[in-house]
């Protein structure tokens, strides 16, 4: 199993991450701004058995990818220096349903989601914001982003971004503190440390997911955690 997550997630983290398997950290320079430039989730997209990949995401990435027997689609837009075009890969997908600012969307994640159901957002860094449990439950720290998906009939919970460390920014977002395997959510930070850690919590556990909180401290927002390759 290949764990991908921004290279200055805190020691504590890494060490934790590191006992469910092997830990790539993500670090790039010259390509897009320094807060998000190790963030997974600006450069790879999950979806399913396949990642789409940035162009521009060093090799060395894709290579411990291929390693792992991922299968690998590089997309089209490379990452971009500012936002919008720093956007156009952090996008939720899950089986069935793509969500995403589709001005922004790389047209190989588009074309690979063809026949799932599409939510638009207005929110370029969707999957920054949004932790999909599954289809139907959602925790987003964008209240625009709760609003769309009511209207479709999800549940999604709300949840402040303040609190939540973005180094260079005055906070960061729920989801890009979190990464999902199977029914556990991993978590850069303890729900202790955050106002909202309650809710959260008894959220998760209605719906039976377990909680992996990865060190004892403010929750951190690195840009996602993903699982890839073997189990």
């Known amino acids: 199993m290949l764990i991908i997550a921004d290279h200055r997630i805190p020691q504590e983290a890494k060490e934790a991450l590191g006992r469910y398997g092997k830990l790539l950290g993500l670090a790039t320079e010259g390509i897009t701004y320094e807060a998000i430039s190790g963030h997974p989730d600006i450069f790879l997209l999950p979806m399913g058995r396949t990642m789409v990949t940035a162009p521009n995401t060093p090799e060395r990435y894709l290579d411990a990818l291929h390693d792992e027997g991922v299968e690998v689609v590089s ?3 490379p990452v971009g220096d500012k936002y919008p075009a720093s956007s156009a890969y952090n996008a939720v997908w ?5 969500i995403h600012n589709f001005r922004n969307t790389d047209s190989v ?3 690979l989601a063809d026949d799932d159901d599409l939510i638009h957002v207005d929110q370029g860094y969707t999957r920054c914001n949004l932790l999909a449990l599954d289809q139907e439950h959602f925790i987003t720290s964008d209240e625009k982003v709760k609003r769309v998906l009511d209207n479709f009939g999800k549940d999604c919970l709300y949840v402040a971004p303040e609190g939540i460390i973005l180094p260079g920014f005055r906070h960061g977002f729920f989801g890009g503190c979190c990464g999902i395997l199977r029914k556990e959510v991993f978590i850069l930070g303890s729900l202790r440390h ?4 309650l809710k959260v919590w008894q959220y998760l556990e209605s719906l039976g997911f377990g909680i992996r909180e990865l060190y004892d401290g403010p929750l951190f927002d690195g840009g996602s955690i993903l699982f890839a390759g073997r189990d």
């Not at 899950?94 to 793509?98: A, C, I, N, R």
């Not at 955050?194 to 850690?197: A, F, L, N, T, V």
């Open 75 to 77: 997309g089209e837009q």
């Open 94 to 98: 899950l089986p069935g349903l793509l």
């Open 109 to 111: 994640i588009t074309r």
């Open 194 to 197: 955050y106002r909202e850690g």
